[in-house]
């Protein structure tokens, strides 16, 4: 056993800073001696850790060190064989694990919520997607991810996969039935990749479900930024087992990271796992009982409802309560209209769509930051309804319909690989002439960031009303080269 007390990378950071060493290396502001006044100002005393690639201080890419020992005791306290750190997010993870097990032309089964960081492998590896049918609940307007018949089926509808990949849990907090499919891929021979950017808390707590390691799956990329305690653009890679080749996801690793990596951001990893190693299981359950307040709170102000396990414990087998969901169907509000009198009373929120708001409850939140939503939320829903803005009945006469068929996504038709049709000639096309055309660009709306289409995809006509509902309501789209969306890029005929 290592010792989870040491932060190696920050003891060895800090040993070489007190060193004083005179550089003539980059960064060019020289320990911040010729930062800008503003900079100095906000990271003062955080800029002489800013370092260049230093031989002292081990390297990203080969790492033998004080990084090494960092990245291995993250493994251990995850219970894998092997680690990453990455400092371009986990978008560059998913990537690395998908160029790493599939190749040009080999299939890859993956879920219809898939962000679009999968496309993107997809075009860099040249594999070729196979998708997975999404469950979806029109109640509450969001995916559900994969049940295991269809993953099952999909599985053994395509013999020819080399693997699957998994999103788990999703933005919602919805996780699949993952101890079961990895069990059905693992026999079927397939790499069991997991896209598992929002559960790196999951293993602190006997509270929130199984982690995607526990669950044996082969390898599985962690954005701690997002709800643990590094730097934003932090996550690491976890991975065990032999069914993959460990030097090959180090090569595409190598690949899709910075050769100049930021040492404060290596560092902040170092400190969120020595923060999980000794803290963890106190942080994540105070986070988990503040979930557990809020949504307490939150039901009981009109008009206001928090999407709750039981109400879709039929379809899904886990459930991160931490993730909550705050529905203004009530007050007739639409998700855009609900965050934006949120924004007055100073809450921001991490999504919005349908008629709702997703907020996260993490290990850095406290009683007093509860307290202001709740009150905010509860402001809200006086003014709303002082002002006699909702009736019954008012939004299903008014706008249900627009709303559902905008957190519906169409179904995907694969009619050229990714990679093929990213380097294919193109034309741009007016959107409402590209019915039946082939995409050739990716357009998804950020939170959460699912692609509507891909490119190599067929631009269907439940493309075209998704893309349309989502621009009646105000939603602006990622990835179009014409951010109006007046026109698309297509692959010419």
């Known amino acids: 056993m290592m010792n989870q007390e040491r932060m190696p990378f920050v003891e060895a950071l800090e040993s070489y800073k007190n060193e004083y060493f005179i550089p003539f290396h980059t960064p060019g502001h020289k320990i911040g001696s010729g930062a800008h006044t503003i900079l100095k100002e906000w990271m003062g005393p955080a800029l002489p850790y800013d370092l260049g690639v230093m031989y002292a201080l081990d390297d990203l890419h080969e790492p033998e060190g004080a990084l090494k020992e960092a990245q291995d005791l993250t493994a251990q306290l995850y219970g894998a064989g092997y680690c990453w750190f990455s400092i371009n997010g986990t978008t560059a993870l998913i990537e690395a694990m998908i160029m790493g097990t599939v190749g040009p032309d080999e299939t890859i089964i993956i879920p219809r919520e898939a962000h679009r960081s999968v496309i993107s492998g997809l075009v860099l590896s ?24 269809d993953a099952v089926r999909t599985m053994e509808a395509h013999p020819e996969a080399k693997a699957i990949l998994l999103v788990y849990p999703n933005y919602y907090g919805v996780g699949v039935d993952i101890v079961n499919i990895v069990k059905e891929a693992h026999k079927r021979g ?11 808390h999951l293993p602190f707590t006997d509270c929130l479900p199984i982690e995607a390691i526990e669950a044996n799956a082969d390898l599985v990329a962690q954005s701690t930024h997002k709800s643990v305690g590094s730097l934003t653009q932090t996550s690491w890679l976890l991975g065990q087992g032999s ?34 190693a000794t803290e963890g299981k106190a942080l994540v359950n105070r986070a988990v009982e503040l979930s557990l307040y809020v949504r307490d709170e939150l039901n009981k102000i009109s008009g206001i409802s928090t999407m709750e396990y039981n109400y879709i414990q039929d379809q899904v087998i886990n459930y991160d309560c931490t993730k909550v969901l705050i529905d203004a169907k009530g007050l007739g509000l639409t998700g855009v209209e609900f965050e934006q009198l949120l924004r007055k009373h100073r809450i921001e929120v991490e999504l919005v769509q349908s008629h709702h708001v997703l907020v996260l409850i993490t290990i850095g939140d406290t009683m007093s930051s509860v307290e202001a939503l709740i009150k905010a939320v509860q402001a809200v829903s006086d003014e709303v309804l002082a002002n006699s803005f909702s009736v019954e009945g008012y939004y299903e006469n008014q706008g249900d319909s627009l709303t559902k068929a905008s957190t519906l996504l169409p179904n995907p038709i694969v009619r050229v690989t990714p990679r093929n049709a990213m380097y294919a000639n193109r034309e ?57 969306l007046e026109t698309i890029w297509v692959l010419q005929e």
């Open 428 to 484: 741009q096309v007016p959107l409402k002439e590209a019915l039946n055309r082939i995409a050739g660009e990716t357009i998804a709306y950020y939170p959460p960031g699912i692609p509507c289409v891909a490119v190599g995809e067929e631009i269907s006509a439940s493309v075209l009303q998704y893309i349309e509902n989502r621009k009646a309501l105000g939603y602006v789209p990622n990835g179009a080269d014409d951010m109006t």
């Open 126 to 149: 040249g594999a070729k997607p196979v998708y997975m049918d999404c469950q979806f609940d029109e109640r509450w307007g969001i995916p559900l991810g994969v049940s295991l018949e």
């Open 243 to 276: 069914r993959f080749n460990v030097r090959r996801i180090t090569q595409m690793h190598q690949m899709l990271q910075s050769t100049s990596p930021n040492y404060i951001f290596l560092s902040s990893l170092d400190m969120a796992r020595h923060q999980l």
């Open 190 to 200: 397939l790499i069991v990749l997991v896209d598992e950017a929002h559960g790196p």
